[in-house]
């Protein structure tokens, strides 16, 4: 990109233009001891020091078992999964505006939208998105402008931090959103009927859960069809999918939800995978891009991308969204992986489930209480004694126990949302179990 600098003649008019006498002035806001600081910063290092000194630092970092979920997990990524997807053809490439060059890039998203349409039951899957909580929040428009209603019903089991998203987008698009409580650790559906009226938009539902609990995603689209609206499903542990029956089967309009379990490192905040797929009567209001298989004119086989609702491209009206493209290197991540992993996605979820209930029986032979007793993924919530001194004491012992969920849910003190996966050993359940008992 060129450079294009402003001569001094140019900066005066474009002051006098907004109003001001300097440049200066635009950044009066900013205060003057905090405004080019006198930066002290060390002196450059030879490659050979530079090295020693991240090692010097990297030391410092303390392994712990990790034993928290809560949206992001720590699953096995095989090292082909790095080797593959740090092919420079794939690692530099950026959004695919330029299709006939960007075949490779195309031909990986198609794969994507494949697994994604297969593992959720749906029809058509778009390109993938930011991450779980932009999905929902895009799914909810998604509804919204199908339906042309501006109500919806959210469970309060849905991840908190989804919901603060989504409140954000209601908030900046004029849609009116209602939590509906749980019971016994899933969705009350009993609350969730009396709520429902002819006005209501779509109805949302996690399933696993927050607090990893199975809700019955029948009954939600049921409920939520019975008055015309849509049933949106969401999850935050896509290894789930290998394992339940999939939204689509249950019913689910819309399903979306974070696919960083697929191949993607927990690298605490990101970068994630949005997954969004829908009913094939929904493909004209799907935000992002869907790529397509066809033939060119000498019948050879490409990809192109056949929608893209964006504004770049569309009336600026019309446009369904403008998030961003894709998150494009995390889904290749997400297709290499389950190429891989194949029709073992299913053994490698019942391999979480296992862990998962290892765990919750020792827990509870310690006389520790598991709060919902409801069938449940690889996520559980037990209850302890002054659980942030266990945590405090066990971290000092090399595990992370669990989240806390009373920020969240004050009326849930002391309980902690514990998560198992196939990295979860045995031998580590066992440790941990033999460190709480010293405490």
Known sequence: MSFLPNSDEDIRLMCKEIGVNSVEELFIDIPAQVKNPDI??????????????????GS???QVCSLVGGGIYNHYVPAIVDHLSSRSEFYTAY?????????????????????????????????SMYDGATALAEAVLMAVRTTRKNKVLCSATVHPHYRQVLATYAWASDVSLEIVPYKSG??????????MNDTIACVIVQSPNFFGVIEDLEKAASIAHEHKALCITTFTEA?????????????????CGEGQSFGNYPANGGPLLGILSCKK?????????????????????????????????????????????????CALRATIYLSLVGNRLYELARTNHAAAS????????????????????????????NAKDIRHKLMENGFALGIPLEEYYPELSDCLLIAATECTTKDDIDTLVKLLQTI
């Open 239 to 255: 290894m789930s999918l290998g394992l339940l029956k999939s939204p689509g089967e249950c019913g689910a309009d819309i399903a």
């Open 186 to 195: 899933t969705t009350d559906y009993n609350e969730l009927s009396h709520k």
């Open 40 to 57: 002290q910063l060390p002196s450059p290092l030879s490659e050979q020091e530079a090295l020693h000194s991240i090692q010097r630092t």
């Open 358 to 385: 290892y765990c919750v029986e020792k827990l509870v032979d310690l006389g520790y209480e598991r709060v919902f007793d409801a069938p449940f993924f690889n996520e559980f919530v037990i209850k302890f004694n």
């Open 60 to 62: 410092m970092n303390k």
């Open 95 to 127: 959004t695919p505006y330029q299709p006939e060059v960007s075949q490779g890039t195309l031909a990986a998203i198609f794969e994507f939208q494949t697994y994604m349409c297969r593992l959720t039951g749906m029809d058509i899957a778009n390109a």
């Open 281 to 329: 009567e929904f493909m004209r209001t799907i935000p992002g891009r869907l790529i397509g298989k066809t033939v060119d004119e000498e019948g050879r086989e490409c990809y192109v991308m056949t929608l893209q609702t964006r504004e770049q491209h569309i009336r600026r009206e019309r446009a369904t969204s403008n998030i961003c493209t894709n998150e494009g290197l």
